[in-house]
């Protein structure tokens, strides 16, 4: 069985790990947002620069540029490792409520001495 010492231990491991993860989610999400809310004006950086031709055409050079492909490129691994982090921040939280759920049976069965 496990003692009230063991518990605050492991609470307390699983608080710091949040807070940390908290954080590395934080900056993941706003580098993710803020190359997804770059899109447009990079794509407008893109259309400026592309030369001759029609609208449509000088939008196709636009889209198909490195610059624009591998701003794209950066805002799906930017998306995927936010959503990682969010991942890794439920299991934590659930790994929390876990702990809380046998703490309280464990405290219960203490009481009834069983």
């Known amino acids: 069985m ?3 010492g063991e518990f605050e231990e492991k609470f307390r491991k ?3 790990l949040y807070e940390k993860v908290g954080q590395e989610y934080a900056s993941a999400k706003a580098q993710s947002w803020h190359l997804q809310e770059m899109k447009s004006p990079m794509f ?7 030369e001759g031709g ?3 055409e000088r939008e196709a050079k636009a889209k198909t540029s490195n ?3 591998t701003h794209l490129e950066g805002t799906r691994v930017a998306i995927e490792n936010e959503l990682k982090l969010k991942v890794k921040l439920e299991r934590i939280q659930m790994s929390y409520e876990a702990l809380r759920s ?3 049976q464990t405290t219960a069965s203490l009481r009834f001495g069983g």
Do not use: M, R
């Not at 407008?44 to 592309?50: I, K």
């Open 54 to 56: 029609t609208v449509g």
């Open 67 to 69: 610059a624009y492909l």
């Open 2 to 4: 496990i003692d009230v």
């Open 14 to 16: 699983l608080l710091n």
């Open 44 to 50: 407008s950086a893109e259309l400026l620069g592309a």
């Open 102 to 104: 046998l703490a309280s």
